[in-house]
């Protein structure tokens, strides 16, 4: 029965994507703004329906739900100035041929929808924009957490699509809970993507069913990270303070519940990491118990807490407010160097308020740590010049362990810019080379096309010699805006 | 022991990889030039090695020689321009931070040697090329056909490499021929990529090896496929002995051994086909015996060539003149487009000078065709403007099943500019957002770090306030090349 609906589901998606492929760069613009003024035009219900749903509180579900439409505004303009459309031509020359090339949708893409960010991850978030605008159809897929919000963006997606002229089937909607919905959607041939934001096990998990289908699919799924903040001498004798609470604000940010939560903290072992200690010991205090997004999460936050307690070597160095079997009480641990290299679960995530502090034995072992680091979405350092000066070979290796690396800031808050790489090497996703955030996400449901010797008319008009559609192009090897 | 070998090779090749790291674009691309004096450098030797390992003709590889020389300096000239930098900068604004993004190397890459081009696409071939210019280390692993030439051309890369006075660790050699060799190297966690040309049996292995490994891996693997050739009526009819003459010579071109070998053409039963019939019997029958590759690849000639002749409603309709155990014979079979629609067996490659015609029964047996067709590198058409506006719906609908769409050519030539895409959808590849041929066969292997309110000086030069290296960059959502 799953198999029916799914089946029943993704041939109108098809249908969908037919129609997005007709679509000029500015028409596929122009659908994406009717959408945003859609989601921009719903009222109070959906911030009080995600607000019930989520626990989330309302001035933030208010400026995710801004975030929300100047996505597809944002990625609707770029679409418009062609750049993703990477048009090159080669013109025919003595003995060669006319070549020209540009970048088409993939095909129809599942989305799966987070709990964490209902507006901006979820029904009408940067997935389902990135794939329109990439001309790709969506089969949406409800996050259990939030149903009654997600079918409310889906009714405005609907509204755009409707207000624009567009079919339904540019996206459909696939509600239930059960693991089997999203299986079939990921296993069926018509699906050519699949993005996911949320757990290492569910986004692994559709990896692996895209990577064994008969035809082998691009599964792109963010997973998290512990986002390890590396401070360093200098920076941290001046500033334990203040850094003390940048880093308790980032890590209680939302009650902890975003990918970019900075769960670690290395510093070398000394006297300005112990009054950091203390720092981050009067920070945490005053952090009110919270509600989290849903029951399991609490209990998986409330587990990995009680874990972290159990590791030898690790102790409790501070709390925040009491918490109770529904509200997560923050908390900050402690631990060494050495136990951190040799004990594999003090780096694993625990998606909550609570942060790890660990106390290199020297500079070396912060070092040794970097470099047995998995892929994290974000490494931060607290850092002066001369620190960076003296580290610069740590700085250069970092590189190779994050997909984003900031200076003196905390990672929570990734804008959304072109200049943006939400994204990371395995595992925080699993593929380094796409990001979910920002317009660049529209290049994961992408893929080139050339045609050889074609006729000028029937060219697509990102080719056509003219250059129509006025879009930057490289012409026999020289970049040009006509 | 093998695990011992490959793990202290990779290991140099870390170094390779890190060293890579260090250079500019303009040092990476001067690299590449160093290599390619090398390569051009080789004398009659290289020529008169490859010919006996592979029986290609002399001509051939001296061309094949000039083309894999080309490759490595158009792609240097196209690192060295920044394109594939990506640079995007968002400057810091009110509430905002300062981002900047740009590609960097992804990290060591196996490459495997294809056997058909042993010079283009083997040793000093597009995948060392493009891997290089990505700023990543290389570990080669030989084809065991052609040890000797390949030996002779990592020679050339390493004279290249101590010219310019890198170390030899940017590229590794591997020898063998067992299969244990390669499965090694593709799941070394230190190799972050791979490329392969060759059987589709061996780019799908090495694409699961990747897939299922502990840190996935993106492995390109480009497997070949039939690149149909589609007649329509009105120029099928008024060129049918121009079109068997184009077609046999690029079905025959090389013994066949080519990746785009157009190896099925479908057109409409009737007279004009009949009259195409008649012209092709004519020109194959002029087809010389031939030497393949190597025997392997002759065998499994005969037994494609065998295992067509015994499938029902498939005839032979003639030959080229007559072979032996070690000389490939070439043909033409005959089908109808019911059998082909229904017979899986008759969309399988015959790696070599043979020929499948597809007699449909009318326009709407070729668009059923078309649908149901698996992902080709190529799709052909024979076709007057006419006919292409009398059958647009086909022609868009052949852009979901192909890299490459030609326009009254043949297939085979694949030239080395930015707008070639040598790719398309599985199983013809397993990714089919990349080119092997190209300046863009870069991108394989690349992959994006922001930097978030990064000092300036500590920046990539790429992103640089000043823009050091003149290359276009985006600048707060605007293309700018200063």
């Known amino acids: 029965m799953v198999h029916e609906q799914i089946n029943t589901i993704v041939q109108q998606s098809e249908a969908g994507y037919q129609y997005l492929q007709q679509l000029s760069l500015a028409e596929r613009a122009a659908l994406m703004h009717a959408i945003a003024d859609a989601v921009e035009a719903l009222d109070e219900t959906l911030i009080q329906t995600a607000h019930e749903e989520s626990a989330l509180p309302l001035a933030r579900l208010q400026g995710e739900k801004g975030r929300t439409v100047g996505q597809w505004r944002s990625y609707a303009n770029a679409i418009r100035t062609g750049i993703y459309a990477e048009a090159r031509i080669d013109k025919a020359g003595e003995g060669k041929a006319d070549i020209r090339k540009y970048n088409k949708g993939i095909g129809p893409v599942a989305v799966f929808g987070a709990s964490n960010f209902p507006f901006a991850f979820s029904t009408a978030g940067g997935d389902t924009a990135s794939a329109i605008g990439a001309g790709c159809s969506v089969v949406f897929k409800e996050h259990p957490a939030h149903p009654r919000t997600s079918q409310l963006m889906a009714q405005a997606i609907a509204k755009g699509l409707a207000s624009y002229g567009a079919p339904e089937s540019v996206f459909t909607y696939v509600q239930g809970s059960s693991h089997a919905i999203g299986e079939a959607l990921v296993l069926h041939p018509a699906i050519k993507a699949v993005a996911f934001t949320g757990s290492f096990q569910g986004g692994?998990?559709?990896?692996?069913?895209?990577?064994?289908?008969?035809?082998?699919?691009?599964?792109?799924?963010?997973?998290?990270?512990?986002?390890?903040?590396?401070?360093?001498?200098?920076?941290?004798?001046?500033?334990?303070?203040?850094?003390?609470?940048?880093?308790?604000?980032?890590?209680?940010?939302?009650?902890?519940?975003?990918?970019?939560?900075?769960?670690?903290?290395?510093?070398?072992?000394?006297?300005?990491?112990?009054?950091?200690?203390?720092?981050?010991?009067?920070?945490?205090?005053?952090?009110?118990?919270?509600?989290?997004?849903?029951?399991?999460?609490?209990?998986?936050?409330?587990?990995?807490?009680?874990?972290?307690?159990?590791?030898?070597?690790?102790?409790?160095?501070?709390?925040?407010?009491?918490?109770?079997?529904?509200?997560?009480?923050?908390?900050?641990?402690?631990?060494?160097?050495?136990?951190?290299?040799?004990?594999?679960?003090?780096?694993?995530?625990?998606?909550?308020?609570?942060?790890?502090?660990?106390?290199?034995?020297?500079?070396?072992?912060?070092?040794?740590?970097?470099?047995?680091?998995?892929?994290?979405?974000?490494?931060?350092?607290?850092?002066?010049?001369?620190?960076?000066?003296?580290?610069?070979?740590?700085?250069?290796?970092?590189?190779?362990?994050?997909?984003?690396?900031?200076?003196?800031?905390?990672?929570?808050?990734?804008?959304?810019?072109?200049?943006?790489?939400?994204?990371?090497?395995?595992?925080?996703?699993?593929?380094?080379?796409f990001t979910s955030v920002g317009p660049d996400a529209v290049k994961r449901f992408l893929r080139p096309v050339s045609f050889q010797n074609w006729p000028n008319t029937f060219l697509p008009a990102e080719l056509q010699e003219e250059n129509p559609l006025q879009i930057a192009r490289i012409v026999d090897g020289q970049y040009r805006i006509d």
Chains 1, 2 share one sequence.
């Open 204 to 433: 692994k998990a559709l990896f692996d069913l895209g990577a064994k289908r008969a035809e082998p699919i691009p599964v792109f799924s963010e997973m998290g990270s512990v986002n390890p903040v590396f401070a360093f001498p200098e920076y941290l004798a001046a500033n334990p303070q203040t850094l003390a609470a940048q880093y308790i604000g980032s890590l209680t940010l939302g009650v902890g519940q975003f990918c970019t939560n900075p769960g670690v903290f290395l510093a070398v072992s000394g006297e300005a990491f112990q009054a950091f200690k203390l720092a981050v010991s009067a920070e945490i205090n005053n952090i009110s118990e919270a509600k989290m997004l849903h029951e399991g999460i609490q209990k998986a936050y409330d587990h990995g807490k009680h874990k972290l307690t159990g590791q030898p070597e690790v102790s409790l160095l501070a709390t925040g407010q009491v918490g109770t079997a529904t509200l997560a009480q923050a908390a900050v641990f402690v631990t060494t160097g050495k136990a951190f290299l040799t004990n594999e679960h003090l780096s694993e995530e625990v998606f909550g308020p609570t942060g790890l502090l660990v106390e290199c034995a020297d500079a070396a072992e912060m070092y040794h740590i970097l470099d047995r680091l998995s892929g994290q979405l974000t490494i931060t350092f607290a850092a002066t010049d001369t620190d960076v000066a003296e580290h610069k070979n740590f700085f250069m290796r970092a590189q190779e362990k994050c997909g984003r690396l900031l200076f003196n800031g905390m990672p929570t808050g990734v804008e959304v810019v072109y200049g943006m790489h939400h994204g990371g090497p395995f595992p925080a996703t699993t593929d380094a080379r």
